[in-house]
Each structure stands twice: as structure tokens, then as C-alpha cells.
């Protein structure tokens, strides 16, 4: 479990994550509305070094950012909710960037093997709990490098 007690704290912990993640990486990002799933979103696309303003694609589904090194995929599955159409996401997962998933369960046949689960819960209005959850051993190994980092810092 990991407190975060503002967006302060919620910037640094996006900074450790993208020290560890990179090209192809895929995490689902879970929480209710409201919890900050784009609020990190926004900050791991400024340490992808991403100009552009980075918003929910709800609408759009899936919207793509150009950063200094890699892109970034945002995609938001809401509306997927009841659908079993595959709009190419393997060709998304396999791009030389980091794709970012919210609302994940409505697309669960579409994912990849393997990939990193951020789960963020609401305390109050301005504090969140992330829990950090890996599938498979490159992702599990990006959770042992942010855990420890969290816990030294």
C-alpha cells in the first residue's frame, strides 16, 4: 500500500514508476470516477515528455501522445462496457510505447499475457491509496524496483 496524500505526492510516485517502465510496458490503471486515474495519467506523460494536454478519451477510446523518447497510449474502456470488439489493441501493446488502460475489465480478452495493475482508491477528497499488483516476471520486477525505491525514499 502506498499513501498518497496529495497530487504533490501523487506526481513523485508517477516519477519512480516511469524510472522503471518503458517501451511496450502496459498498465491497467483501476479506480472508481474520480480517483485519479488520469491525474496520474497527466503525470506520466510529463515524465514521457509529452507537450500536448492530456485528458480522459472517453469519447475517443483510445487517444495517442508523441513524447521525447516514447509514446504514450491512453486508452479509456468505459464505454466498451458491453462490447467485444477489438479496435487493433495488439497493435497498440506492441508500439514502442507505454500504454496506459482504464476501465481494463471491459476489455480482459483483449490484454496482453502480462502486464502492471495500479490500483487507486479514494480516502477523501484529496487522499488516495495505490496498491501495485503485477502478471509476469518483467512486471513483477518493475514492482519490487517501485516498492523498494518507495520504501528508501
Known sequence: MIPIKNLDEME?????????????DVILLNGDLGAGKTTLTQFIGKYLGVKRNINS??????KSYKGKELKLHHMDCYRLEDS????GF????????????EWSQFIQEFLPEEYLVINITTINESQRQINIAAKGYHYTKIKEEIDNELTVN
Open 84 to 87: 467485444d470488439e477489438d479496435l
Open 57 to 62: 478519451p472517453t469519447f475517443n477510446i483510445i
Open 90 to 101: 495488439n497493435e497498440y501493446f506492441e508500439d514502442d510505447a507505454v500504454t496506459i488502460i
Open 12 to 24: 513523485h510516485f508517477a516519477k519512480i514508476l516511469m524510472k522503471h517502465v518503458g517501451s511496450k
